[in-house]
């Protein structure tokens, strides 16, 4: 078991108020699974990627992230495994702008402590694999939406971790290059990498061996799709 | 922490200063003019200290004077003046009882006008000494010849004259073995000084050295004269001692009665000089540490914009894995590197200023290695305690919300 969620709630306080955002969620995901989490915006999609993501911790309930329970953890021990053990990819692509695609992709790799020849070596391998290995020294703004997104893949695979977590992939991108980008989840996939993407389009959801429907906070509805994987 | 976060750092924060290249400069303005300031004062007392040293190291370095008054006394000069008036022979008693001294020259002296045929001098220097003078002040005579002890025993009117005399009294003729007039008495030049320059501004050529025993002849006894005690190597303070202890008992000061002379050493205006200096310092300390405060605030200013505007980059290094130690060192070097280029950059500037009055000036302004490290040592740490606070509040964001910053 890779990730086990038990009773999750997360409430946020907004001034007096409390708002609950995720109202006891049950949840495991096992290695090698390609989930779709779906839902209405306020639906609590974004706080439980978030959470599943190790940015967030529950206010109350237990996850269980590869055997440790994330709530007993610091920031920093969070963030190691952030950087070890999950991959990001965001809608808005979020490379830092002045960095070339290779240092974008490098910088887990330096987070993690890995020498500079390794790092490089690792970078352009991971940029290669998602076809921008002619594009290793343009920097974001030298690139199309496609290519930055596949930047912002190789970055994501580039520490080799236990799970990939999608926010949104294509949502600023055009359908034919939402597709490529599908395309490169459906393969990683296949190469035995853990997937989580949340979406609210459902063309990208059938890409997905399991979709999780989310509603105020609590699932909805749970359904492995046939003759996927 | 490892070497590639550092190197991470530093290559972030240079590619973020490269961006906003006019915005750095004036944020390191006060941080340039802190040091500048702090480095061209210190090359200036530097120089001062050089141009003093070598003037009183002209007062020579195994001597001192033993005088009824002590140089810079100041303030109990009415109760020094009624203090008895030294003597030839305490000096005679200096030099055969204290065993550490190698000899002693008296010299008493006033301002004389002197003549030669319808020319005269202003009032210069008339120093009466006896022929030990010259090995102790070191003075050599560059034509003609000293004055001897015979001379000495039977008073004889005789005089060595300095360059400045010599000039002004003397066109084409020689000197030597002319009669001039001191004070009005009649004198025979026997030699010429060596010419000596200036001590303290004062013109050391304009100068008539005479027999002291002809000089109180001529001009009368009653004054004190200056006992020049030159010390047998390495016995300084045990000459002091001697000399001290020996006065005492020439004088009967009771034991419980302070010294009614003094002792004045190189180091006695040296201490004065030390002092000057020392409020030198101070002001510029004072200057310098206001102008790096308010460099130091600009340089938290300017850190604090830096970090609301890459909120957002924060967000995605957290997102990442990056721990707060990482952003805090990276925003960290960002204001080191701020202030220390601040730092080179005054220093550059400062050490333009004393290379320029250098110049321009006979004043010998200098840069010790040490300013060059006290320059840069000051702007660094203003750089780390005025960035430490800024790099806190970055390494503290919350990474969802920093993530989600526009």
């Known amino acids: 078991m890779l990730i086990e969620l038990k009773g999750v709630e997360k409430i946020y306080k907004v001034g007096e108020v409390e708002v609950p955002a995720l109202q006891g969620i049950d949840l495991k995901i096992e290695a090698n699974e390609y989930l779709a989490i779906m839902g209405p915006s306020g639906s609590g999609k974004s706080t439980l990627m978030n959470i599943l993501g190790c940015l967030d911790t529950p206010t109350k309930g237990s996850y269980i992230f590869a055997g440790q329970e994330v709530a007993n953890l610091t920031d920093d021990d969070l963030a190691q495994i952030r950087n070890r053990r999950i991959g990001f990819v965001f809608q808005t692509f979020n490379l830092l702008p002045r960095a070339t695609a290779l240092h974008n992709v490098e910088l887990p790799l330096v987070y993690s402590g890995a020498p500079a020849l390794e790092r490089q070596k690792k970078a352009a391998q991971a940029l290669e694999s998602v076809g921008l290995g002619d594009r290793l020294n343009h920097r974001p703004n030298e690139l199309s939406g496609g290519q930055r997104q596949r930047v912002a893949l190789a970055r994501a695979l580039v520490n080799k971790p236990s799970i990939i977590l999608a926010d949104e992939p294509t949502g600023n991108l055009d359908s034919k290059t939402g597709t490529e980008i599908m395309e490169i989840f459906r393969r990683l996939h296949q190469e035995g990498n853990t997937i989580v993407l949340v979406t609210h389009e459902e063309y990208i959801a059938q890409c997905s061996q399991r979709k999780l429907r989310l509603l105020d906070g609590r699932v909805q509805d749970d359904t492995s799709l046939e003759g996927k994987g | ?406």
């Open chain 2, 1 to 406: 922490m490892n070497w590639r976060e550092l190197w991470e750092g530093i290559r972030m924060a240079t590619g973020s200063l490269r961006m906003h290249k006019v915005r750095a400069l004036l944020t390191i303005l006060g941080v340039i003019i802190g040091v500048m300031t702090v480095v061209t004062i210190i090359s200036l007392i530097q120089g001062l200290n050089r141009a003093v040293s070598q003037q009183v190291a002209g007062l020579g370095a195994n001597i001192f004077y033993l005088q009824k008054y002590p140089w810079f006394g100041g303030r109990e000069w009415f109760e020094y003046r009624n203090r008895k008036n030294l003597t030839i022979e305490d000096a005679q008693a200096i030099a055969r009882l204290c065993p550490s001294v190698k000899r002693v020259a008296s010299v008493m002296g006033s301002g004389k006008v002197i003549k030669y045929k319808d020319r005269s001098t202003e009032r210069v220097g008339i120093r009466a000494t006896t022929p030990s003078y010259q090995e102790v002040r070191n003075t050599t005579v560059e034509r003609g010849r000293f004055f001897t002890q015979t001379e000495l025993n039977h008073r004889r009117p005789v005089c060595i004259i300095g360059q400045t005399i010599v000039k002004g009294l003397f066109k084409d003729e020689d000197p030597l073995g002319s009669h001039i007039r001191i004070g009005g008495r009649k004198f025979l030049v026997i030699g010429i000084q060596e010419k000596k320059g200036s001590m303290f501004g004062d013109d050391m050529d304009a100068v008539a050295i005479i027999p002291i025993t002809t000089f109180r002849k001529l001009f009368g006894t009653h004054r004190s004269i200056t006992i020049l005690v030159e010390v047998k190597p390495a016995l300084f303070e045990h000459a002091k001692d001697e000399v001290t202890s020996l006065m005492r008992r020439r004088r009967h000061i009771p034991p419980d009665k302070a010294n009614d002379f003094a002792i004045n050493t190189q180091d006695t205006i040296m201490n004065v000089y030390k002092n000057l200096t020392r409020i030198l310092f101070l002001v510029m300390i004072g200057v310098s540490s206001i102008s790096l405060l308010v460099g130091g605030i600009g340089i938290m200013n300017i850190m604090l914009v830096s970090v609301t505007e890459r909120t957002r980059e924060i967000g995605i290094r957290k997102a990442i894995g990056a721990e707060r130690k990482d952003i805090l060192l990276q925003f960290l070097i960002e204001a080191l590197i701020l202030s220390g280029i601040g730092g080179i950059i005054g220093l550059g500037l400062g050490g333009g200023i004393g290379k320029l009055i250098s110049t321009m000036t006979p004043l010998k302004a200098a840069i010790p290695l040490w300013s060059i490290f006290l320059a840069l040592g000051f702007s660094t740490l203003v750089g780390l305690i005025f960035g430490i606070w800024p790099a806190a509040k970055a390494a503290k964001l919350n990474p969802i919300t920093a993530l989600r910053y526009q």
